[in-house]
């Protein structure tokens, strides 16, 4: 399996370089959720999260990084999820905290490792957005999960790259954009 992702990351990274002729921003953004109590998940589903939300981060990175350093410069932002360091009881979150709350460590060591050669590493930790993933849940239910009583949009999670990817002195930083989730309930 690892073997297979890796190569699929290549193509994408040659396929990136083809066609833009240089790499200055990378945005791992791969999640997947499944909501179950902890003695509930299988092997299948470990497997899965945990190659959806960590192996692709990893061999994702892992190709852009010589580019980036070739270039002198380039920035990373893993999406994380604020859930990774605020679970609820109202939604079991096992494999997401296990395999999301990594990324705000993660990229500060890589902060450090790649900070002479001009690449940045940040993470984005967002609460429940509005996303066709929630169109079929009780959109008021999960509005009431953030203490500013609705769920984020795409935008937000938008903004908040743009805004690390326009600042330059800004490395190792993990921002939660979570209605205030990360503040308490």
């Keep these: 399996m690892h073997s297979a992702l890796s190569a699929r990351t290549a193509v994408a990274r040659d396929a990136a370089l083809k066609h833009f002729g240089r790499i200055d921003l ?5 999640g997947i959720y499944i909501p179950k109590a902890f003695t509930d998940y299988t092997e299948d589903d470990y497997n899965l999260v945990m190659n959806t939300n960590v192996a692709s981060f990893f061999y994702m990175t892992q190709q852009v990084v010589p580019q980036m350093k070739k270039q002198k410069s380039g920035h990373v932002v893993d999406i994380s ?12 979150a096992v494999l997401a905290v296990l395999s999301k709350s990594p990324m705000p460590a993660v990229n500060k060591a890589l ?19 509005n996303t066709p993933t929630h169109a079929e849940q009780n959109q008021a239910a999960l509005a009431k999960f953030h203490p500013l009583g609705r769920m984020g949009e795409v935008s937000d999670i938008v903004d908040a790259v743009l805004y690390l990817q326009k600042a330059t002195f800004v490395t190792g930083e993990n921002i939660r954009v979570d209605g205030g989730v990360h503040a308490g309930r």
């Design 26 to 30: 990378l945005v791992n953004n791969a």
């Design 81 to 92: 999820a604020v859930v990774a360091d605020q679970p609820s009881s109202a939604a079991p």
């Design 111 to 129: 902060a450090l490792e790649y900070a002479a050669s001009n690449i940045r590493f940040n993470t984005v930790s967002p609460g429940i957005i």
